[in-house]
């Protein structure tokens, strides 16, 4: 490679953006590519360099730093939190009365999609052709509901909270139906929908809904609602360089061509001078190489080992306990590659 030493170091750990392009995107630090540069794999090197920092975490999203690793490997976790680790979620719906305006089809894809909360953990995978399930593998929910006109509705009243019973059919509605021992195994679990606020279906006088769901374990891989993130995605750190002093008005707009906190401008010595706040906030819109009198005062770029993550849970798991699935999955692929590996050595 037709590289300096003096811009080696870039072209290895940064990846450049500039007005028309987007410099240094592969990964070139592997072992001979680079004279007086020993890339050779390191466990202890990989130890040392190796980090994750919990920036930010709740009951629903987590934000945190991966360092030190390939975009394979990071691109393999999101991969894995998106479609690997299972969760319980509705797989049959058993419809034995259903008079409202919406098709039995529509509104079992409907169930389908609404987040259970149950620990996937302590449930089997159902065996294939198992229509009945047992309590290892299935939790049962019921939907029994009938609208009614409300007797204590006033007589010019036209709204239908007010004239009607029951006429709005949440995922509240859905019960849970222990089988066999569930009920004293799962006592404390409170096993039921993640968010009892979304609505399933409307209903008018005389209208009902007598239905029950089998959930099932499973993985995004299978199907969408198996997966237990609304989104799982990453990007590299951004790094904002000022190649120059920038003072009163252009540091003023150098300011606005950022995502806001990223420039401040600061008086020094009578003179607006703006500076490097946190560049951690940028979207690396690149809107600053748009000023012509800007956009060689400013180098922008990412680094490339350093990977920010943002995981949102749908309610599930914990968020931090879908990243500790998710590594433990990770660990397990990587445990059975060992394996098939040693096997074929020994044929």
Known sequence: ?????????EIRDRVILGEFDVKNVHTTDYPGNYPGYDDTWNLKKFQKNFRIDVVQMDETSLEFDM???DAAIANSFRRILLAEVPTMAVEKVFIYNNTSIIQDEILAHRLGLI???ADPRLFEYRNAGDEEGTEIDTIQLQLKIKCTRNPRATKDSADPRELYLNHMVYSKDMKWAPIGNQADVFADANIGPVHGDILLAQLRPGQELDIVMHCVKGIGQDHAKF?????ASYRLLPEITLMETVEGEKAERLKRCFSPGVIEVENHGGKVVAKVVNSRLDTCSREVLRHDDLKNAVKLARVRDHFIFSVESTGILAPDVLVTEAIKVLMTKCR?????????EME
Not at 1 to 9: H, K
Not at 227 to 231: D, G, H, K, N
Not at 336 to 344: I, M, Q, V, Y
């Open 227 to 231: 997966s237990p993130v609304a989104t």
């Open 336 to 344: 059975r590659f060992l394996n098939e590996l040693d096997s074929t």
């Open 67 to 69: 360092v030190g690793i």
């Open 115 to 117: 987040p259970i909360k």
């Open 1 to 9: 490679m037709a590289a300096t030493m003096s811009n080696v170091d």
